[in-house]
């Protein structure tokens, strides 16, 4: 088998044959496929992974030109064959598994088979594993739309990484980066066709919550090397746009909630307005790119976004609040737009790093119900977003924001808080307070996540009224509870927001 599949088709490294010759493929293939184990083929092992068939997986070894002792970062795809080809080979082996099921199966046997040295962590492979960077090389089985960032950024000087790369789910280049001086050199090695990388920096579409939130760091300057691609590279040049526009921005608050119809979009809006009104630069991102209800809430009407110089010039609303959002782009405001994951996460990071939001002092992200792409895509690019969590007093919206909290902590996002909208009223013939919710839902649910409580927001119909007209509650004329609590919470927001630039939680 090693003659035939690996010697005739020019593998020469005598490391890499030694160690394809002594461990045994089938040990590491599902039982029921175990008599295909030394076919020259990739098999699937469950999960949407694949076992690599022979030959790429000693290609693949052999383009790391990896010495003994070397430390080497492998982002798997369950079997643990790699690791263990690796491992043979004398390098000292860390390997990251994103499907629980199979970095369960793979620990075991790796352990049973006695390659228990070798270091395993359950986790986003996209985002490597940084507590033990930098590695001297580092092999990606699973083929990405781009050449990760957080990855690049975990190579030591003049160490390499080897890695399918190609926006073409189906086809792609085999790519060997290298890294010297703080310079990135790509060469192509032909094309390859593997399964699709997934997770923060890998196939949008398909993406799983990440371990890590992604870096808004600026990309290394890149060389082109021979047959190299320009597809990193523009990557890596819009990253550096994305990375100083965020430093111009000096909070971002993510407004989500995992559930439709609490309000999220009003409480950006009267917040985004409150803070405008007490004199800080604030702006209003609206990633609902399906339904994008923020620019009528502002009453911003027929006014588009413009650009200028190459970039996006966001919605006026006033002297210090800026919008931008799918509905000051459209021509049409009833165009239902019809995007799946890859075209929606482009667009968030266009709407970043393409825009000229200037220096703000808030950024408002309002997102859509759920835990999705965009959402995905907006913890991926700020790594620095504190997330608002908006809620209703009941039991069914409780129940999908603890899944959001449980999502956000998946990904290791900052949680700033906690808001409770639609709280009691009162009423406005005596004056008496009505709550239509079990009382203290968002209260409690905060206690429980060891959470900030920011404030409960009143049920007011007024607030509704003025939101239909495009008047924010916030700028209404008379006073009202509602109005009054809104200016409280955007006075938290703030105190929260400070608190956590000055490393310490908000109580």
């Known amino acids: 088998m090693v003659k035939l599949q690996l010697v005739d088709r020019g593998i020469a490294s005598a490391a890499v044959l030694a160690a394809m010759n002594k461990v045994q493929r089938h040990l590491f293939v599902e039982e029921t496929m175990r008599f295909r184990s030394y076919e020259d083929t990739p098999l699937f092992i469950g999960y949407g992974q694949t076992i690599s068939q022979p030959y790429i997986v000693a290609r693949m070894s052999e383009l790391l030109e990896a010495s003994p002792g070397m430390r080497v970062l492998e982002i798997g795809t369950g079997s643990g064959y790699q690791a263990a080809i690796l491992r043979e080979m004398g390098l000292k082996v860390y390997s990251v598994e994103r499907v629980p099921e199979l970095y369960r199966i793979s620990g075991k046997l790796l352990h049973d088979l006695g390659y228990s040295d070798i270091r395993l962590k359950l986790d986003d492979g996209t985002m490597g594993w940084p507590e033990h960077a930098p590695f001297d090389r580092i092999i990606v089985t699973a083929a990405s ?47 390859v066709a593997f399964v699709k990388l997934v997770g923060a920096y890998g196939y949008s579409d398909a993406a799983v919550p990440a371990a890590g939130s992604g870096s808004s760091g600026a990309a290394l300057p890149a060389e082109r090397g021979a047959g190299s691609v320009q597809l990193p590279l523009a990557v890596h040049a819009r990253n550096a746009k994305l990375a100083a526009a965020l430093k111009r921005i000096r909070h971002k608050i993510f407004v989500l909630s995992g559930k439709g119809g609490v309000g999220k979009s009003s409480i950006t809006v009267n917040l985004a307005v409150a803070l405008a009104e007490l004199g800080f630069k604030t702006g209003i991102l609206d990633v609902d790119l399906h339904g994008p209800s923020v620019p009528r809430m502002l009453g911003l009407g027929a006014q588009k976004a413009a650009v200028r110089d190459g970039l996006l010039l966001p919605a006026v609303f006033s002297e210090n609040l800026k919008v931008l959002s799918m509905d000051v782009l459209l021509d049409d405001h009833n165009k239902a737009v019809i995007w799946r994951g890859p075209k929606k996460a482009d667009a968030v990071q266009r709407f970043l790093a393409e825009a000229d939001w200037g220096d703000l002092d808030f950024l408002f992200i309002d997102s ?37 909290i449980n999502f956000l902590r998946l990904t290791k996002a900052e949680i700033l808080g906690v808001v409770e909208n639609m709280g009691a009223f009162s009423c406005p013939h005596c004056g008496g307070k009505i709550a239509l919710f079990p009382p203290d839902g968002a209260f409690k649910l905060a206690r429980e996540y060891k959470l900030a409580f920011l404030g409960t927001i009143p049920l007011d119909p007024e607030v509704t009224a003025c939101a239909d007209k495009g008047i924010p509650a916030v700028l209404m004329p008379e006073a009202s509870q509602a109005k009054t609590a809104l200016f409280a919470l955007a006075e938290s927001v703030k105190n929260a927001g400070s608190a956590f630039s000055a490393g310490r939680r908000f109580e």
Do not use: F, W, Y
Not at 173 to 184: D, F, G, L, S, T
């Open 145 to 191: 739309p781009v050449l990760p960032e957080p990855l690049m950024r975990q190579l030591a000087d003049r160490g390499s990484m080897v890695i399918p790369v190609g926006g073409d789910e189906r086809r792609q280049r085999m790519m060997v980066v290298r890294k010297e001086k703080n310079r990135i050199i790509q060469m192509d090695k032909g094309e």
């Open 368 to 404: 859509p119900p759920g835990t999705g792409d965009e959402h995905l895509t907006v913890l991926r690019l700020i790594q620095d977003a504190l997330c608002l969590l908006v809620t209703t007093p009941q039991e069914i919206a409780l129940a999908d924001v603890r899944k959001a």
